[in-house]
Antibody, heavy 122, light 110 residues
Framework: QVQLQESGPGLVKPSQTLSLTCTVS??????????WSWIRQPAGKGLEWIGR???????NYNPSLKSRAIISMDTSDNHFSLKLISVTAADTAVYYC??????????????WGQGILVTVSS | NFMLTQPHSMSGSPGKTVTISCTRS????????VQWYQQRPGSSPTTLIY?????PSGVPDRFSASIDKSSNSASLTISGLKAEDEADYYC?????????FGGGTKLTVL
């Protein structure tokens, strides 16, 4: 059974870079059948997809983030990472990582990590 | 890009049935599969429905879903409401490599 766990600093200063890691257990991120995604949720608000990376290392992002997000992967350690540059208070949120099951017409997030709260504040 | 619009909140009494809608603003609702997630307070979202109307193992058959091409919308129906169904519910789909979530519906069980 695949499990995901987010880790990283819970506090980031404005204008700096948010860096998070998602460690995957019970399955390999090198599996060609899945993508690996980041999703965030500001307190009391809805879910926002940030982006994803394929097993081959190809990433794709939500255009609303205006190229501030970078997702990478480390297959030797079976984890993938998110960097979000030039953060502001608006980036304060719970950040989730999730496996993405895919086909030509499917993008399905399951399972999700437990989430990590990141606060942007000086 | 498109949006998925859900009612902000809904309520129902125990034992009753509620239906949450999810309307796609542009592009066909049938063009890409719709998923539904349940999020209880303080927890991560979990899958209720995938591929428009399929339930993962372990999800009770009180939860069902469908899509309606005429209204370009998806619907999640919860029958036999229980207190434990009080949660936020999100629909989700995608297009042109961008994933979209509905704004979420807060369900209150009276």
């Amino acid at each position: 059974q695949v499990q995901l766990q987010e880790s990283g600093p819970g506090l980031v200063k404005p204008s700096q870079t948010l860096s998070l890691t998602c460690t995957v257990s019970g399955g390999s991120i090198s599996s060609g059948t899945h993508y690996w995604s980041w999703i965030r949720q500001p307190a009391g608000k809805g879910l926002e997809w940030i982006g994803r990376i394929s097993a081959g290392g190809i990433s794709n992002y939500n255009p609303s983030l205006k190229s501030r997000a970078i997702i990478s992967m480390d297959t030797s350690d079976n984890h993938f990472s998110l960097k979000l540059i030039s953060v502001t208070a608006a980036d304060t949120a719970v950040y989730y990582c999730a496996r993405t099951l895919r086909s030509e017409i499917l993008r399905w997030f399951d399972p999700w990590g437990q989430g990590i709260l990141v606060t942007v504040s000086s | 890009n498109f949006m998925l619009t859900q009612p902000h909140s809904m309520s129902g009494s125990p034992g009753k049935t509620v239906t949450i809608s999810c309307t796609r603003s542009s592009g066909s609702i049938a063009s890409k599969y719709v998923q539904w997630y349940q999020q209880r307070p303080g927890s991560s979202p979990t899958t209720l429905i995938y591929k428009d109307n399929e339930r993962p193992s372990g999800v009770p058959d009180r939860f069902s879903a469908s899509i309606d091409k005429s209204s370009n919308s998806a619907s999640l129906t919860i029958s036999g409401l229980k207190a434990e169904d009080e949660a936020d519910y999100y629909c989700q789909s995608w297009d042109y490599s961008n994933v979209v979530f509905g704004g979420g519906t807060k369900l209150t069980v009276l």
